[in-house]
């Protein structure tokens, strides 16, 4: 079946402007993580949604970033007012129940913030 | 506090030669460990894990190996080869739960043809 899909695969704005990121977890995927990729950089999590649980947000690093999954499949994540320094890769994961699980990433969204 | 890290962040290796990639991790607890291998332009794709009830396990071409005395983690390649070129995570997590994984830095794999 289809991996994980995300869209747009890139993405410029200026500065202040608000962006949408979207993520298609793989059918039947209860967990979906997103990722922020510095340019050379390791993974950073950023958001954790687990079935109907309450999301661990503890890595979203501002209050401009938000996510949200409706329906428990496609995730949305937010970023408000964006600045120069949130330019990079965010990467979404899902895989199919716990986080022991293989998670399966998407190819990512490149954000520039001009 | 939780980590995972990687000891070289840049290895340079001979076309057919074999190649390890190691990574530290802090947290004692961890029993579970992932390699992905990340292409440029792509995402992060699944290798082989081990679970800590294992000190190796081998896949194709890939062997991963557990220590879990000294909490350390690696990642051998035979034969590399040019397509074997990208960075590479190791990642651990801790069952139980809905728990999260945590990735290492990365390294960044360099086969010389």
């Known amino acids: 079946g289809a991996g994980v899909s995300q869209s747009p695969s890139n993405k410029v704005t200026e500065k202040g402007k608000d962006v949408e990121l979207r993520c298609d977890p793989i059918s039947g995927h209860t967990a979906l993580y997103w990722y922020r990729q510095s340019l050379g950089q390791g993974l950073e999590f950023l958001i954790y949604f687990q079935g109907n649980s309450a999301p661990d947000k503890s890595g979203l690093p501002s209050d401009r970033f938000s996510a949200e999954r409706t329906g428990g499949s496609v995730s949305t994540l937010t970023i408000q007012r964006t600045q120069q320094e949130d330019s990079a890769v965010y990467l979404c994961?899902?895989?199919?129940?716990?986080?022991?699980?293989?998670?399966?990433f998407g190819p990512g969204t490149r954000l520039l913030v001009l | 506090g939780e980590s995972v890290g990687l000891h070289l962040p840049t290895l340079s290796v001979q076309e057919g030669d074999n190649s390890i990639i190691n990574c530290a991790y802090s947290n004692s607890a961890s029993d579970y460990f992932i390699w992905y291998k990340q292409e440029s332009g792509k995402g992060p794709q699944f290798i082989i894990d081990i679970r800590s009830n294992m000190d190796k396990r081998q896949g194709q071409r890939v062997t991963v190996l557990l220590n879990k005395t000294v909490k350390h983690l690696s990642l051998q390649i035979a034969a590399t080869q040019p397509g074997d070129s990208a960075v590479y995570f190791c990642?651990?997590?801790?069952?139980?739960?809905?728990?999260?994984?945590?990735f290492g830095t990365g390294t960044k794999l360099q086969v010389i043809p």
């Open positions: 990642a651990e997590n801790r069952s139980g739960g809905y728990q999260k994984v945590t």
């Open positions: 994961a899902s895989s199919l129940a716990l986080a022991t699980e293989t998670q399966y």
